[in-house]
């Protein structure tokens, strides 16, 4: 095989290899704050890293472990809750990313299960020599420096951010 096929076929694996550690990264956050792992949610953020949820504006691990840790989000584990993040769309430029998806809050109310929030989340990453991420033995992995969440409710933002999302525009944009 050539140099210059080797590089094309090790890029390529490279993609993958990040497209998948994003999108596992991405999903472990579910499971983590549904858990009540606060420490292990802050760590999927970068130590300066934001959490933007509609009303809410959380800057640093320590404010966004805080939100695991409070009572309001503890009785929801306590009454039974799924955070469900949908599959992504991952853009990939270099050792930044930005993806977007769907996630749904699910609880669990007199004997049933419904939906409390469905949200418009929009993710900006970044590649670190220490993430949370599960890279190929190099050591590398991914974080959250900006997720940006908006509710579905009608308001134009909410389509824009996931619209804008999926060619690779920063929030806002």
């Known amino acids: 095989m050539s140099e210059d096929r080797l ?24 499971p983590l704050v549904d ?8 760590a999927l953020w970068a130590p300066d890293g934001v959490y933007d949820i509609d009303a809410l504006f959380l800057a640093g691990r320590e404010r966004i472990g805080a939100m695991v840790r409070s009572a309001a989000h503890q009785g929801w584990i306590r009454q039974g809750c799924a955070h469900v993040v949908g599959p992504p769309h991952i853009t990939v430029d270099g050792d930044e990313a930005v993806a977007v998806c769907h996630s749904l809050m699910v609880v669990h109310e007199e004997g049933r299960y419904v939906v409390r929030r469905a949200t418009a989340n929009h993710w900006l990453l970044r590649r670190t020599d220490s993430g949370s991420g599960s890279g190929s033995g190099s050591g590398s992995g991914w974080q959250v420096v900006t997720r940006t969440n908006r509710i579905l409710d009608g308001r134009p933002e909410s389509p824009a ?5 999926v060619r690779g525009e920063p929030a806002g944009v």
Do not use: H, K, W
């Open 7 to 30: 590089a094309a076929v090790e890029a390529r694996l490279r993609s993958l290899e990040d497209e998948r550690d994003i999108a596992r990264m991405m999903a472990s956050y579910g």
């Open 35 to 42: 858990g009540g792992d606060a420490d292990g949610v802050a």
């Open 161 to 165: 951010l996931l619209a804008g999302g």
